[in-house]
């Protein structure tokens, strides 16, 4: 097992080393972004004095490797520091309590991961299942009606499933509230009654990938000899794909969940507008329009943070599904 | 012994090639009585592995039974449905593979897999199959019987999950074992081992058996009856003695002389002659585990030095460190008395062009997507520096060296060339760059009796036109005898002896040699049971504890 634990040290390493990378690769783009906040909360008559006011207000009139380096000590002890319009707004209306960047990415976030959470509790197995299914019969009628939905789905816009859903499932059939408003501390099944909806559409969205990775990565291995013994043993098809394929077929489809479970976390932000749902995509895409860094800054990092995390958890799980690194001679 | 247990009757195969359906078998009659054990013998392509399959009503993809009946205990496998062949398989036919390596699921431990058929046939609880387990592999003298079952595949040995695979394929108490090719990937030592342990176990249960194989010598230790099979028909079947004794048919008879191939012996070499190539005391590893230790060796012009040993002796090690593709940690190379760069990369174009190599896969060897004329001409054109048509002349003349008519082959691709051709064009590569030395990998242990020896006349007639030194690596000591003039064994990354080929094969041998020598099957039917007797079995389970 020693050389597991060493295996995953150094990807663990490798993992900060990317995410330290792309922290760089982050504030330079912020940075190259034509504009700043100065000169879009002021507008058209944004004189140079006032420009200049909150420029040095906010900072930035320091060297770029000035606030690069203090942004970045900033976030390695947990401060993502303050966002530019609560600061503006707090110094124009004399509000004293500045509500940090990390404040206002934790619900959003905690909302985010929820709804991904429950779309992922759909679509893994759901994938997974149709998967086998559809190599267990292969070139069947079944296996190409679910090829086509899966692949229709995946190539509809986001926002055209979405309404599709709603005109089937809210305003026909109203089982579901259209709105998905959630907030802290709503009642669990309230909350899911109201994910429903944009997890719904998030499922359609990325099961044709997860499904047909396991479709193809089972089908891969049904040419070899000890699938033909399996068969040769009297062993049913079903448990020949379950029991003898699937188990050597899961590193490629755990490295397709897992991006796909980064998807869910950073690219969902059209979902979360159509269903209204209070995720960090909306805010997000607020906080670029108004050149608000920290906060971009802050979202930016967590998206690849959940990348790296989450294709890091693959590489392992991959690792841990080959039996010859579990089991070494 | 009378029981009629299994009647295959006109049964034909069709296999499709290109989506045409080409026929494979046939029409093949095949009766088996209870507790008998039938040989079933022929090259690649003859269709043993296909009959043995359709045996159990099971065709391969991309094959079919297109006619005839397979009748096993009075059911009809070619028309009974998948439920009813389901019922039969593993349970009253069982299969035992050429590899047992690929053949277990690397995913589960073996006696989980052991355990699965009695389980899922439902004909007994799980606990109590995995007793069975144990004891089965106490009757097959695997070592530790009680916890072997408790591994996965790969922490296993090759001989060892033969066997495993053996007991799992009893472990129903079949009426009837297909056995295909379940020693050819195993080294002669090991075979011995497996051979014994299957028949006895066949024996013991009176479980009759199909045993398909391509080496007269083995199916004559195991079989009761022989057929043998040509491009899909039977060329003849008769009782294994009467067989071996007084084979009817020409084809059968060249089978038999295959192993006649010997050329003369070369005259010893003067000393004071410099080597081509002189090992001095070369020690390597992969990364930080040692794989040879001190080998020296010289091969001298116009020669060819044999090195044999089982797999995992250092044999392609050794030429991998000549080659330069991997640098001994201690020792160096000389070529004609010079000192070779370790590491290819820092040698020369000519230092490169003299050692040339051929490699035992010549499928994957050879550049799928490239034509014959160009895998040839690239090293032409690399070495020499001809282009067009000079370069074209050059490349016909090495297929005319290899016996292959150049205006036929020169713009075919490797996949329309036959294993044997395919091999051929290896050689051709490897003389494009007008090498005095080759190092042969295991060159013709992929080929068929009949068409190896055609490559080893090749090499041999090669060898005299251009004077070419040969380091020929193998496991097979018929080979060895047929063209080697001296001999180096090699145990564990060891060279454990060495000389000329007569005296190699001449007591008093090294202990090692002695077991190697004596573990390569002849075709009398009795050589196994005696020469189990001459060791004693304990004799032979310690080798096998020992070796693993």
């Not at chain 2, 009585?33 to 991309?62: C, H, N, P, Q, W």
């Not at chain 2, 003369?264 to 410099?274: D, I, Q, R």
Request: glycine share 8%; charged share 20%.
């Amino acid at each position: 097992m020693g050389s597991i634990f060493q295996i995953i040290l150094q990807r663990l390493a490798l993992g900060v080393i990317t995410l330290l990378i792309v922290s760089m690769v982050i504030f330079v783009a912020v940075n190259a972004l034509p504009g700043d906040f100065a000169q879009a909360i002021l507008g058209q008559g944004a004189t140079d004095e006032a420009v200049a006011q909150i420029r040095a207000d906010l900072g930035l009139d320091q060297n770029y490797f000035m606030r690069y380096f203090s942004w970045l000590g900033n976030v390695v002890t947990g401060n993502l520091g303050i966002s530019f319009a609560q600061m503006n707004f707090a110094s124009n209306m004399g509000g004293d309590q500045l509500v940090g960047v990390v404040e206002q990415i934790a619900p959003r976030f905690k909302a985010t991961m929820f709804l991904a959470g429950v779309t992922a509790m759909f679509a893994v197995p759901i994938s997974i299942t149709l998967g086998v299914l559809a190599a267990l019969y292969r070139n069947s009628i079944f296996d190409r009606a679910v090829n086509i939905t899966t692949l229709s789905s995946i190539s509809s816009p986001e926002f055209f499933l979405a309404y599709i859903l709603i005109l089937v499932l809210a305003v026909l059939n109203p089982i579901f509230p259209s709105l998905s408003n959630v907030y802290e501390g709503m009642a669990l099944g309230e909350k899911l009654n109201r994910t429903m909806l944009p997890a719904l559409t998030l499922t359609l969205v990325v099961t044709a990938h997860m499904m047909r990775m396991t479709r193809a990565a089972i089908i891969n291995l049904l040419a070899s000899p000890y699938i033909e013994m399996a068969r040769l043993k009297g062993i049913s098809p079903m448990r020949v794909i379950v029991r003898h394929a699937l188990p050597n077929a899961l590193a490629p489809i755990i490295n397709v969940i897992a991006l796909n479970l980064a998807y869910l976390i950073t690219g969902v932000v059209v979902v979360e507008v159509v269903f209204v749902y209070p995720g960090i995509g909306q805010l997000f895409v607020d906080s670029v329009k108004i050149r608000d860094i920290p906060v971009v800054q802050a979202c930016c990092l967590i998206f690849a943070a959940a990348y790296i995390l989450l294709n890091l958890m693959a590489d392992i799980l991959s690792i841990l599904s080959n039996p010859r690194l579990r089991h070494p001679k | 012994m009378t029981q009629q247990l299994l009647k295959i009757r006109g049964l034909k195969i069709e296999g499709k090639s290109d989506e045409v359906w080409k026929p494979i078998v046939n029409g093949i009659d095949l009766d088996l009585k209870k507790g008998e054990v039938l040989g079933l013998i022929g090259e690649s392509g003859a269709g043993k592995s296909t009959v043995g399959l359709a045996t159990m009503g099971f065709t391969r993809d991309g094959c079919r039974i297109s006619g005839g009946t397979v009748d096993f205990d009075g059911v009809d496998l070619v028309t009974a449905s998948a439920a009813v062949k389901r019922n039969m398989l593993g349970k009253r036919i069982a299969y035992v593979a050429q590899s047992a390596a690929a053949s277990f699921n690397p995913a589960h431990r073996l006696i989980d897999q052991h355990t699965e058929a009695p389980t899922q046939h439902r004909l007994r609880p799980k606990a109590e199959s995995e007793l069975d387990g144990m004891g089965l592999y106490h009757r097959l003298r695997l070592p530790d019987p009680d916890h072997i079952g408790f591994r996965y595949p790969h922490q296993v040995s090759g001989g060892q999950l033969q066997r495993a695979m053996t007991a799992m394929a009893m472990s129903c108490r079949p009426d009837l074992i297909i056995f295909d090719e379940p020693t050819t990937a195993l080294d002669v030592t090991t075979q011995i081992e497996v051979l014994a342990a299957i028949r006895d176990i066949v024996e013991q249960f009176d479980t009759a058996a199909i045993y398909i194989t391509h080496d007269l010598a083995v199916v004559a230790q195991m079989a009761d009856r022989i057929k043998v099979l040509l491009r899909g028909d039977e060329v003849e079947e008769a009782e294994t003695r009467a067989m071996l004794l007084a084979p009817r048919e020409d084809y059968t008879k060249s089978l038999w002389a295959v192993r006649s191939f010997q050329r003369p012996a070369k005259p010893a070499v003067s000393t004071g002659v410099t080597p081509i190539v002189s090992l001095k005391n070369v020690s390597a590893a992969y990364g930080k585990s040692p794989v040879l230790f001190d080998v020296a060796f010289d091969i001298h012009a116009g020669r060819t030095v044999a090195v044999v040993g089982e797999s995992g002796s250092g044999k392609s090690t050794t030429a991998r460190c000549i080659t330069g593709l991997l640098p001994p940690s201690q020792g160096h190379i000389e070529f004609n008395g010079e000192a070779l760069p370790l590491d290819y990369r820092k040698r020369s174009k000519d230092q490169l062009r003299q050692v040339q190599m051929i490699y035992q896969m010549a499928d994957t060897a050879l550049n799928p997507r490239s034509s014959i004329g160009d895998i040839i001409g690239r090293p032409v054109q690399f070495y020499s520096g001809l282009t067009g048509s000079a370069k074209r002349k050059r490349v016909e003349e090495l297929l005319a060296q290899i016996e292959l008519e150049p205006e036929q082959y020169i713009d075919r691709l490797p996949s329309e060339l036959s294993g044997g051709q395919k091999q051929r064009i290896g050689i051709a590569r490897a003389l494009a760059a007008e090498p005095q030395f080759i190092i042969c990998d295991e060159v013709t242990s992929a080929l068929d009796q009949l068409v190896a020896e055609g490559i080893l006349k090749l090499l041999a007639q090669l060898q005299d036109d251009l004077g070419l030194s040969y380091m020929f690596i193998t496991h097979d000591l018929a080979t060895v005898r047929a063209i080697s003039d001296e001999v180096v064994v090699m145990k564990d990354g060891r060279v454990v002896e060495q000389g000329p080929k007569a005296e190699m094969f001449q007591p008093p041998h090294h202990p090692y040699t002695d077991l190697l020598l004596s573990s390569v099957p002849e075709m009398d039917p009795d050589w196994l049971t005696n020469l189990l007797n001459g060791r004693g079995v304990d004799n032979i389970g310690d080798a096998a504890v020992g070796k693993m």
